[in-house]
């Protein structure tokens, strides 16, 4: 049985911590992100940016009372990928565990 592979965008930790927030959350304020993720404004710019290319957020500029704030947002692109990227976990920790046969054990050292 062939496990499926891991989306590499969504894989790197930094990102993946953006994109479970963004997941559970549905949008937030980029310095809320920063503070709650414990990044500078640098990493999360960066980690954003390549999430965005992928097509799995949305950056936007939204006016507030305190002036304009950046928000992140997840796509519907990103909710699935992050949907199939928890499908193809589920399916490594439901692989049953298998001993080893004697024909592909490794020797003993036991003389």
Same mark, same amino acid.
């Given at each position: 049985? !062939? =496990? ?5 965008? +969504?894989?790197?930790a930094?990102?993946?911590? +953006?994109?479970a927030? =963004?997941?559970?959350? @549905?949008?937030a ?6 503070? *709650?993720?414990?990044?500078? %404004? $640098?990493?999360? %710019?960066?980690? *954003?940016? @390549?999430? #965005?290319? !992928? $097509?799995? +957020?949305?950056? $936007?500029r939204?006016?507030? *009372?305190? $002036? ?5 947002? +997840? *796509?519907p692109?990103?909710? !699935?990928?992050? @949907?199939?990227?928890l ?6 920790? !439901?692989?049953?565990?298998? #001993? ?9 050292? %036991?003389?």
């Amino acid at each position: 049985m !062939a =496990l499926p592979s891991l989306d590499p965008i +969504i894989h790197q930790a930094t990102r993946l911590r +953006i994109v479970a927030l =963004l997941f559970r959350n @549905r949008t937030a304020a980029f310095t809320w992100a920063r503070d *709650t993720l414990g990044l500078t %404004d $640098g990493n999360l %710019d960066t980690h *954003t940016k @390549r999430l #965005e290319e !992928a $097509g799995y +957020i949305r950056r $936007g500029r939204v006016l507030t *009372t305190g $002036g304009f704030q950046v928000r992140l947002r +997840i *796509t519907p692109e990103g909710d !699935a990928a992050f @949907r199939a990227y928890l499908e193809a976990l589920r399916e490594y920790l !439901a692989l049953e565990t298998v #001993e080893p046969t004697p024909s592909t054990s490794l020797p003993s050292t %036991d003389r």
